[in-house]
């Protein structure tokens, strides 16, 4: 019963399939069919037109942004909990040639517009100093949280007025888009995201992200030789395409971030005051004992010590029923 | 009928196979039972013990290769032809942060031993030129030959003496295995190879290659963090472990190597003076008009234009029987 | 009456003439005899066998050493106020070809072995995060306070422990020596520094700093190309040499930094509770209205607003005796 | 009797005079009215608004400019004796983050319009190959021709109809000028080029070389950014444009350029058919065999062995007359 990761889930049998139908002699890299669907499958879902690329992880998509939006002599604005800064072990400053990533705090490991602000305040003028050239944010949040598209707004408000360029980590932009209940555009383009980064493999692809620019055609177009240059051009792209053409098919991609969800939000109810931060998406943080830790362990459920006193628990698309039940009962218990 | 590039091949069945047994719920990133049974997989294959690392493209396992053997403030020899210097968009510099590729001649992509002592001779001493620090070549070269064990071996004196580390680019190291019909362990590190780019996928797989260390245990590890920091630790590993392991079982990629090769020599028996290089691999080169070229096109076959005058033909492992005979008849009659 | 920055100072009557010593037609590059002498003339001040580069900025040294301590994979812990930090527009980051700095508090810039302590403990092992491979500190800090040998030696031990390379941005090495009224040996290896910055141009320098490898000799000798590929070995660098040799005889770098460290004294003793730092070196952060700012500005003196309601002044050693004068009664007179 | 290098030559009277008016305290960084003042000198010198900045050393100045024309997986045109390629130990790859340098052949390391075509045309479009981005040209050569204006434009128009970036390497772009006897304008902007590396440090300076940006606003602003970030940006910037503007008043530069080239004329009188290339700036190539090699060190002649039965002479600014004398007169007694 595993509640480690939504990096440990399967891949969706929607997936599965559309690998095997792929399985043949086809064109090489990006040129095939399905590749080359991308950009229209991704223009409808968002409602306008955009650029979309497949990579293999959300650490080569992130960067690639990055990179896209940020000189290697500029500073990127972002939470001090952000994965980029914590769990991608420098790929950023990798991409950029170098950028320097410039941390805020804030609950749940979101940006207030007020904390940007003051971090840019904070930023003398001047060569002396990486001077700000864009905004990352997470979404959902590294601790589970969804920003509204309201907040991302503002957030795009002042990335716009600062001329920095706007990115959002959406390797659970699925969870976040579900919990939300608003379209993709609205908390992505509509709210100032100039790349956002489309998380597919913790809700139930194998091995396919997408990275998608809004505008920005010329930066899109450097980060295919950026993707190339960086080894992410895989030769048989077309097997990338089709996971992520799968799960846009009928709001696979919605179905399975809303299972999880759900999954979360069964197990929130069970874990009242001992959660550290609301469950907006499928992650949840809990205050537990050393020794009730234990308890869990012994009864079969695997998750993370994410501090003294506070373990992560992560609900994948296709965690059990009675798995969830179980843990729900087993977290009541305590 | 593709004979465009092995890039366009189908996954082998054992791969397709080995996807499905690896899509259950499991340990993420390279945690995994399959990931973590790499190392002795490919010591056993190898005779002896080595590191091996799963990664999306060639490209990526060449570039960490170099980064692994080469400063930034290095030059790494190698072939005009070479795919790092032709085909890659300068990912050897990206991931080596700006090392500079040193280039030689030799016909049909191989570098001789002359050659490279005569390029080491042309490098000065001193701050004021890049100082040779790696040796990379291609088995199967970029036009299909071999380098037999002994040619390697005497490249690998060179570079012990010489202090360089010696990388080689096996895309198609299979095809060259089965035609120099050796053990692997005989033309790579028995003759000096410190880092292999083992090529699957053009060979079958569908998106895993592996980068084995001889040795260089040290380099190895910083590896670790060099994949990760370029995007190339998939969050769910094992599928491509599990991609490896199936060809590696039952010896699957000679059994597919042989096929394309025994293909291309098929082909090579029908083209006789047109040949432009000697047939050793799967990769055939042809001189031909443009308007033999058109009829070949017209008869259905695909093929990349080479240079003026000169096509590229390559067998897949999954070509057709029938296709390779209505090529080899196509050229006959030219 | 400036007192906005030592930068701002002129270079010293020897270092004026040692220039015109050398104003003759000799070697090129660091071939020269002046700057052969280096390593001799400070292995001689540091008592054990270093070897010594001359650089025109404090920004060169200390990113050049940090490359050499640090891979770019890595992170280098340093104080949250370092110049490294905030004050070289990303070139540690540029040199190191993008590694993370991680930042620690401390009052007056310093850190303490706690701090480093704990700021290793919440890194976590692992490729997601990037590991720890240096730590530097600056002395004299950026707010004007040195290091004792048994602070450094403190830190030097956990350094040593844990593997990371130790760097000291001697930007104002002269000043803490001068203070601390230590050998130059005390304060550098013999408490565990590996690289020194060795700051001259502040001090009474025109353009010419020494990095300072204390064993590391593999490091020392790869920094010489570094330095020349970053465009840091000067065609002429026989007029770098002369500046430093110059300054280490007849210690006129200590002469000059007790200058500049009495004037500050002389100030600080006028400045009595307005005092944000101790006074150890020659910079002085004072706590001053924006109206007793506007009036020692009307007075006639110059220096840097620091933050809402605090100036920093920094007495050069070529500062006027009666400018300090006038400068302390001032003051005195708010 | 040095005709090793000009880097060897001493600094002019106007130079050291200069650094001695600017000793005095004054503002750090380039905010001294020096530094400010190298806008309006060079905009004067070029009859048009350039951006100038000084820098160390032409490696520094080179590849600034590369970096600011070429992006990290773009290719920089160069001919293949070019001094980026071979003298910097990979500074442009460096600077630029790993663009790379693509090598063209010609006699005295010169490119003519035809071979920059042709070797566009061997460049295959797409992602898998880096893109042209500039072109870097060496005027002197360093076979010591000179392009004229008009070979300029010429290859300036292949750079505009392109799209590439052109750079002029101008390390003895006063030899140049002074043997073209053409104003500065014509064999620069007026020809197409896009920036320039100005060098004095050759020519009787101690230090310093200009980076002239002829249009190019934005990239000569973000290069404020890379100068400060390659830890270029000296803190006593006065002492670098006092330099500078010493060499442009009266035109000494030129006065010392055609000491230079004078005495390189008169040498090559009495080399005759020795001459490997036509001599238009200061460098000589003459062929000369080992034993009238070592005839000439016996009568105390210092200079570069170039190549087999090739040794290189190079006349400085500051040589003496009746050194050139003697060396002609023992040239021709050879």
């Known amino acids: 019963m595993r509640f480690f990761s939504d990096n440990a889930a399967s891949a969706c049998p929607e997936v599965m399939e559309a690998l095997h139908a792929a399985n043949h002699h086809d064109t090489a890299y990006d040129g095939d069919a399905l590749s080359q669907a991308l950009d229209a499958a991704f223009s409808d879902l968002f409602e306008t037109k955009v650029k979309a690329l497949w990579v293999s992880t959300g650490t080569a998509a992130n960067s690639l942004a990055l990179a896209a939006l940020c000189p290697p002599?500029?500073?990127i604005l972002c939470h001090r909990d952000a994965?980029?800064?914590?769990?991608e072990c420098g790929a950023p400053e990798f991409y950029t040639n170098g950028a320097k990533l410039i941390l805020g705090e804030g609950a749940g490991a979101k940006l207030s517009p007020e904390t940007v602000e003051s971090m840019l305040e904070r930023m003398p003028d001047g060569v002396h100093w990486v001077q700000p050239h864009a905004l990352s944010i997470t979404n959902a949040t590294e601790y589970g949280l969804a920003y509204t598209p309201d907040e991302v707004a503002a957030l795009g408000a002042i990335a716009k007025a600062k001329k920095l360029g706007f990115h959002m980590d959406g390797a659970r932009f699925a969870n976040a888009v579900a919990t939300l209940d608003c379209t993709p555009a609205a908390v992505t383009w509509k709210a100032g995201v100039d790349v956002l980064s489309f998380g597919f493999v913790k809700n139930g692809g194998m091995s396919?992200?997408?990275?998608?620019?809004?505008?920005h055609e010329a930066e899109a177009r450097a980060t295919l030789y950026r993707r190339k240059r960086a080894g992410h051009l895989l030769s048989k792209g077309r097997y990338m395409a089709a996971q992520i053409l799968a799960m846009l098919k009928d709001d696979v991609w919605l179905r399975n971030a809303r299972a999880s969800n759900s999954g979360a939000q069964r197990v929130a109810g069970a874990a009242g005051k001992r959660l550290v931060h609301p469950v907006e998406a499928?992650?949840?943080f809990l205050k537990v004992s050393q020794e009730e830790a234990a308890g869990l362990r012994a009864k079969g459920f695997d998750f993370y010590n994410w501090a003294p006193g506070e373990i992560r628990l992560v609900v994948s698309w296709d965690q059990r029923e009675e798995d969830i039940d179980?843990?729900?009962a087993a977290?009541?218990?305590l």
């Open 73 to 75: 002599y500029g500073g």
């Open 83 to 87: 994965h980029i800064q914590n769990d």
């Open 208 to 215: 396919a992200e997408a990275l998608i620019f809004f505008g």
């Open 282 to 284: 499928n992650e949840l």
């Open 326 to 328: 179980a843990l729900a």
């Open 331 to 333: 977290i009541e218990a």
